[in-house]
T-cell receptor, first 112, second 112 residues
Framework: RKEVEQDPGPFNVPEGATVAFNCTYS??????FFWYRQDCRKEPKLLMS???SGNEDGRFTAQLNRASQYISLLIRDSKLSDSATYLC?????????????FGTGTSLTVIP | NAGVTQTPKFRILKIGQSMTLQCTQD?????MYWYRQDPGMGLKLIYY???????DKGEVPNGYNVSRSTTEDFPLRLELAAPSQTSVYFC???????????FGSGTQLSVL
């Protein structure tokens, strides 16, 4: 079973729409959770960390449900510039450091 | 601010050739990572290092070698290039466990 699973999409939404992405992780020992954004042929960049209490950054809201091992990202009032692939990332600690596990990403295209 | 610098950005190799992908960071980060990303797939960890002189295998280490003689540099060596190593390679660094990853801009490698 994959460490992190995401719906690959693609999601094609009109400008101004609200869109939600979901992610599940398989290991209950996972410690930290992130959403990264990746533009075509570019490096991933941190969008936001995800906390158990839920957190918001402008139009973006992230939620974590540890009991269900489920992470979500909500984007409100979508902009054309939001078009990208969104990667769900979880980490686990090992003796020699932290390991990051990346989902395959969810593709979003915002249409004018 | 340079951050994480990778060279080269693009490279074409013939089967059996060798090359080194360079990665350097100027943030005094202890942790450094090499990932590969195949089309439509998540990032897979090749090797990582938790400090100078310490390296360890990730999920897909076969066909690669690394060294970490200084805190700043973490080169990835391909000894006998194979078509299966055609991919985009990302180097990343992290100050310490649980903190976000900083990525280099990637190296697109084709083995023909």
């Amino acid at each position: 079973r994959k460490e992190v699973e995401q719906d690959p999409g693609p999601f094609n939404v009109p400008e101004g729409a609200t869109v939600a992405f979901n992610c599940t992780y398989s290991n209950s020992a996972s410690q930290s959770f992130f959403w990264y954004r990746q533009d075509c042929r570019k490096e991933p960049k941190l969008l936001m960390s995800v906390y158990s209490s839920g957190n918001e950054d402008g139009r973006f809201t992230a939620q974590l449900n540890r009991a269900s091992q489920y992470i979500s990202l909500l984007i409100r009032d979508s902009k054309l510039s939001d078009s990208a692939t969104y990667l769900c990332v979880v980490t686990r600690a090992f003796n020699t450091g932290n390991q990051f596990y990346f989902g395959t990403g969810t593709s979003l295209t915002v249409i004018p | 601010n340079a951050g994480v610098t990778q060279t080269p950005k693009f490279r074409i190799l013939k089967i059996g050739q060798s090359m080194t992908l360079q990665c350097t960071q100027d943030m005094n980060h202890n942790y450094m990572y090499w990932y590969r990303q195949d089309p439509g797939m998540g990032l897979k960890l090749i090797y990582y290092s938790v400090g100078a002189g310490i390296t360890d295998k990730g999920e897909v280490p076969n066909g690669y070698n690394v060294s970490r003689s200084t805190t700043e540099d973490f080169p990835l060596r391909l000894e006998l290039a194979a078509p299966s190593q055609t991919s985009v390679y990302f180097c990343a660094s992290q100050k310490q466990g649980r903190e976000k990853l900083f990525f280099g801009s990637g190296t697109q490698l084709s083995v023909l």
